[in-house]
């Protein structure tokens, strides 16, 4: 599938243009599949929104166990990514906050010296 091709080289627009493409042609005859494809595309480049957007899409295709299965390991794998993410920040807040202390008690320490 061509689609994936793209999404596999990291082309996500260019996949998402052609899957445009596709669904506005009577001609074409989608399935699951492709609809599969693009919603695991936005799911692992973590749009959720997008994501999303091709699940309600997908309301004319009969869905199967693999989409949902798609849908709902992709939205663990965010929700999994996105606290680890904001804990990692914080920390890095929480340590710059923590050294710029020690200089400020050391600026301290040092006045009261002289």
């Not at 798609?70 to 794998?77: A, D, E, Y």
């Given at each position: 599938?061509?689609?994936?091709?793209?999404?596999?080289?990291?082309?996500?627009?260019?996949?998402?243009?052609?899957?445009g493409?596709?669904?506005?042609?009577?001609?074409?005859?989608?399935?699951?599949?492709?609809?599969?494809?693009?919603?695991?595309?936005?799911?692992?480049?973590?749009?959720?929104?997008?994501?999303?957007?091709?699940?309600?899409?997908?309301?004319?295709?009969?869905?199967?166990?693999?989409?949902?299965?798609?849908?709902?390991?992709?939205?663990?794998?965010?929700?999994?990514?996105?606290?680890?993410?904001?804990?990692?920040k914080?920390?890095?807040?929480?340590?710059?906050?923590?050294?710029?202390?020690?200089?400020?008690?050391?600026?301290?320490?040092?006045?009261?010296?002289?």
């Amino acid at each position: 599938m061509i689609i994936h091709g793209f999404i596999n080289n990291g082309d996500l627009q260019t996949a998402y243009a052609l899957f445009g493409e596709m669904t506005n042609d009577p001609d074409v005859i989608q399935d699951i599949a492709v609809y599969d494809t693009m919603m695991r595309g936005f799911l692992n480049d973590g749009d959720l929104e997008s994501a999303w957007m091709i699940f309600e899409a997908s309301s004319d295709i009969d869905r199967d166990f693999y989409f949902y299965k798609t849908l709902i390991s992709g939205l663990c794998k965010n929700y999994i990514r996105k606290p680890q993410e904001e804990r990692e920040k914080k920390f890095a807040i929480d340590t710059k906050d923590h050294e710029d202390h020690e200089d400020h008690e050391e600026q301290i320490s040092v006045r009261r010296d002289l």
